[in-house]
């Protein structure tokens, strides 16, 4: 098995399950009233915000005026839950943290690559201590690019200035993620492109490569 200079890592459904306002979905909490609603809204009526959003053109606080105003809910009420359910979002599991350790103790630079909002990077990654953990995170919400995003010529406008700065070469790394690699543009770009089960597919997919090391 190749050992790879740097291995990034997805985090909605591959290290991580949790979801935005995740804690409501609980029956026995107060605001559980809350989750369905919300849910509708911006999945629904205010789907077109997610990909903005995503890209650091709004806010967290901008995305939630417009829930509440379509939902008819309290706007300080959404947003201190929006707050929590960031700062409360688990690792799929224990073993994960011991296998990242693993690799970074082998000279593997272990980096968070993920889609997200502004509430990654204000929330969830001091929260959870992230930093602490990997060697790096890369946000499309920091950036205003996602993964998939690349110029004409085939250059990873997301990826690029990290293995750069670093003299990592394409080749050197890898990509682990639960979703389609569309159109095949990362793994054309030259990293290794490993798409495993949503939620349940990460300790196994590490274990395997940690084994082979």
């Avoid at 629904?44 to 990909?51: D, P, T």
């Avoid at 000279?107 to 993920?114: E, F």
């Avoid at 080749?171 to 543009?185: P, Q, T, W």
């Avoid at 196994?204 to 940690?210: F, H, I, M, R, T």
Wanted: with cysteine; net charge positive.
């Amino acid at each position: 098995m190749k050992k790879y200079k740097v291995i990034f890592l997805d985090w909605n459904g591959t290290l991580s399950s949790s979801k935005f306002w995740g804690h409501l979905e609980n029956e026995g909490y107060p605001n559980n009233y809350l989750f369905p609603v919300i849910e509708n809204s911006l999945f629904g009526n205010l789907r077109y915000l997610i990909n903005p959003w995503m890209r650091g053109v709004k806010t967290s606080e901008e995305v939630i005026n417009e829930i509440a105003a379509d939902s008819k809910l309290d706007y300080d009420l959404i947003f201190r839950e929006f707050v929590t359910s960031c700062q409360k979002m688990e690792l799929v599991s224990n073993e994960v943290k011991k296998l990242i350790k693993f690799f970074r103790n082998n000279g593997t630079k272990m980096v968070i690559a993920t889609d997200n909002m502004d509430s990654f990077s204000r929330w969830t990654v001091p929260s959870l201590k992230l930093k602490n953990l990997f060697d790096n995170i890369l946000d499309s919400s920091t950036l205003k690019v996602l993964k998939n995003d690349f110029t004409s010529n085939g250059e990873s406008l997301f990826f690029r200035k990290f293995m750069s700065q670093r003299k990592i070469k394409i080749g050197e790394s890898m990509l682990i993620d639960d979703s389609d690699d569309k159109e095949n543009r990362i793994q054309n770009y030259g990293i290794n492109y490993l798409k495993i089960k949503s939620h349940i597919g990460l300790p196994g997919a590490l274990d395997k490569l940690a084994r082979a090391l």
